[in-house]
């Protein structure tokens, strides 16, 4: 049990600091600007706008309603994550409005708002994500069409987010719906990029005379694991061997400058890959 708090503790930290960047990036820099790309904080800037509340109060509620939903729906299968990171939200973008009331944008460059408005709370999802959390809202709704009907989420979400950004053309300016066209854009690639370059781990196959060195520093100085394999040259017909391993980047360099020093001869292969499964990677 020891060993498991202060895991716990770590795991949640993370949560919790990702989930304050995403709230900071919606308050801060979405609302002001009602920029509507998707998801429920861009629904609260809609109705935000349709009726008497604020958009920071319709996410609040909004998210809570969700997360009673997910309960109804969901029960036990409903993860303590979500609801974590869903209510530190709520709570959290509720609080700004009261510590920090803003009644315009934050600077006069909607492009520079924007772009935090996109990459603070794609970073933070990102985060959650690679945690096994998520903040809530049209996830929780995605995880009750997942167990109750044969929807498929990835579409349905990705629909529901287009109608909610092509509603600030009905609601808001041109601009302000272009802007949010774009935001939607953005959103999904940043997310993507930053999930891959959280998991990104180094794939090397060194082809070698003497593998014995190798992987001693690779199990002794690196502490990770390799496999060896036999190999034969198709032109020298001399045998080799192959080193398989995969570990992280700066592990990778070590690696690459002790088999330069140690063997120059070896032939290595590096690949990038984000999707690592087994022990000391992602275990699923």
Do not use: W
């Not at 934050?106 to 985060?127: Q, R």
């Amino acid at each position: 049990m020891g060993k498991k708090i202060p895991g716990l503790l770590r795991e949640y930290s993370i949560i919790t600091v990702s989930t304050l960047v995403v709230a900071v990036g919606i308050y801060v820099f979405k609302f002001p600007d009602n920029f509507t790309f998707g998801g429920v904080s861009g629904l609260s800037v809609v109705l935000g706008k349709l009726t008497f509340i604020s958009p920071a109060t319709a996410n609040f509620i909004l998210n809570i309603a969700l997360v009673f939903l997910g309960f109804a729906f969901l029960g036990r299968d409903f993860g303590v994550k979500t609801v974590y990171s869903s209510l530190v939200l709520s709570f959290a973008v509720s609080c700004l409005e009261k510590v920090f009331p803003m009644s315009r944008p934050i600077t006069d460059e909607p492009m520079l708002n924007l772009a935090f408005a996109v990459i603070l709370p794609a970073f933070g999802s990102a985060v959650l994500f690679n945690e096994g959390a998520s903040s809530g809202g049209t996830d929780i709704i995605a995880m009750i069409l997942q167990k109750h009907t044969s929807v498929d989420i990835g579409r349905a979400l990705f629909f529901s987010d287009v109608l909610i950004t092509l509603s600030a053309f009905l609601v808001f300016s041109v601009k302000t719906a272009l802007f949010s066209c774009l935001g939607l854009l953005l959103k999904v690639l940043v997310i993507d990029s930053v999930i891959e370059n959280i998991n990104l781990s180094k794939f090397l196959n060194v082809i070698c005379n003497e593998p014995q060195p190798i992987c001693e520093f690779i199990t002794n100085k690196l502490n990770r694991s390799a496999t060896v394999l036999e190999a034969k040259g198709a032109y020298s017909h001399t045998k080799k061997y192959v080193v398989l391993t995969v570990m992280k980047r700066m592990q990778a360099a070590q690696l690459r400058r002790f088999i330069r020093r140690r063997e120059p001869d070896a032939f290595i292969l590096i690949t990038n890959s984000s999707e690592i499964i087994g022990k000391g990677f992602h275990n699923e």
